[in-house]
């Protein structure tokens, strides 16, 4: 460990701030009710009770340890809604831990610290200089750093997502973006800091924060389909995460859309990296208006009127409807969110979008729900600290 590493002059950061001094170790039933509160809480103790098939009994004994350790606490007496008395609403005492997501790009690193919920309480960036990777993990633990002084929390777990494919949750076999393949950054990471570290797929921490803090709650089946510098795709069945050794791939990013539209860097004609992707969309227009035009110039210009922008964005969203029908009609699901930071392709042609789709969508399948991502800043940043916080929370 660096002496030179700011966090680490410091009492090293505890894994579960009152868990872990405690000395509490859970079981895994203790664990599923702990986290049934975290995804659904606050909640009664009757409605847990039908939500993990549990008796009353069997409840309070497995939840007693939760209340004892101060992972859980109870509210005042309050109406949930129902007929009868009174509850006291189970939920969980979102101060005990803490967490940092890390998104990586090309040139730079986005930070967050968050919540047990992947609340953001402090964000940071930080960019880089080079892709060496000596100079990137010194960047990373300077945002930590920075995190950590903002917030003044200890951090139980990081989580880092990249674009690219991930090995044992700490290997990074292959990032384009960087042109890495093979570098351990969550064994480095963890060597500088201390602390747990975790990496991720960014497309599949996208998708493990649907699952536990978005529509995952609601639905079990869901597909992610975002777009931007590239265009990603994760999937949720049966309430997991589907991982593969292909995942991060981008094995959607060259899915056959328009046999009529422009041709990628790798000879595909009109497939999606041609059709959705924020640089062959600007490279379109300003080819044809022989200037540079930028993805907010392009959406712009397609709202005064301007016919080669229109035209140019008026394809992706026809694309970009058949390639969600693809999403739900090849896995039936009849959820998709919608991400990245070229979705406002999708808010400016919603209704050419939905025709789209459609289209694509036998007329007696039931209607696939969007459901539509911000574009904030620390999106995602979130998604790295959701898959920390799926493992390592209240351990």
């Known amino acids: 460990m660096a002496s030179s590493d700011p966090i680490t002059t410091r009492s090293q950061p505890k894994l579960h701030g009152r868990v872990a001094g405690a000395g509490l170790a859970l079981s ?62 189970l939920d969980i005492s979102q101060e005990t831990s803490f967490f940092v997501g890390i998104k990586i790009t090309g040139t730079m690193a986005q930070g967050v610290l968050t919540d047990l919920r992947a609340h953001t309480l402090a964000s940071a960036e930080h960019e880089l200089g080079t ?18 002084q903002q917030s003044g929390r200890e951090i139980a777990g990081v989580g880092i997502c990249i ?50 803090f978005g529509v995952g ?14 265009v990603g795709y994760g999937l949720a069945i049966h309430r997991q995460v589907v991982r593969g050794r292909d995942t991060g791939l981008g094995l959607g990013g060259h899915f056959p859309l328009d046999p009529n539209g422009p041709v990628c860097r790798e000879g595909h004609r009109g497939c999606s990296t041609a059709m959705l992707t924020i640089p ?15 993805y907010a110039q392009a959406l712009e210009l397609a709202e005064q009127g301007n016919k080669v922008a229109s035209s140019v964005l008026q394809a992706a969203a026809v694309a970009l409807g058949r390639f969600l029908a693809a999403a739900a009609n090849l896995t039936m699901v009849n959820v998709v969110v919608l991400g990245g930071e070229g979705v406002e ?39 790295a600290a959701a898959v920390a916080i799926q493992k390592y929370a209240f351990i």
Do not use: Y
Request: net charge negative; proline share 4%.
């Open 28 to 89: 895994e039933p203790e664990l599923e009710v702990a986290r049934a509160i975290l995804i659904h809480g606050p909640c009664s103790r009757g409605a847990l009770s039908q939500r993990l098939k549990l008796s009353a009994a069997s409840l309070t004994r497995l939840s007693k340890p939760l209340l004892d350790a101060g992972i859980v606490g109870e509210s005042d007496l309050v109406l949930d809604g129902s007929v009868g008395r009174p509850v006291r609403l």
């Open 131 to 148: 892709h060496e990777v000596a100079e990137v993990m010194d960047a990373l633990v300077r945002l930590i750093n920075d995190l950590h």
């Open 163 to 212: 674009g690219g494919q991930i090995s044992e949750g700490t290997l990074i076999a292959r990032a384009p973006f960087l042109g890495w393949r093979d570098v351990p950054l969550g064994e480095l990471l963890h060597q500088r800091t201390g602390l747990p570290v975790l990496v991720e797929n960014d497309v599949t921490a996208l998708v493990a924060a649907e699952q536990w």
């Open 217 to 230: 709650r609601e639905v079990a089946d869901f597909a992610v389909v975002t777009i931007g510098a590239g």
């Open 280 to 294: 062959s969309i600007c490279a379109q227009i300003s080819t044809a208006l022989l200037r540079e035009i930028d």
């Open 345 to 383: 392709l999708f808010t400016r042609f919603e209704a050419m979008v939905r025709a789209a789709l459609a289209a694509d969508r036998d007329p007696e399948a039931q209607d696939v729900r969007i459901a539509v991502l911000g574009v904030e800043f620390d999106l995602w940043a979130r998604g």
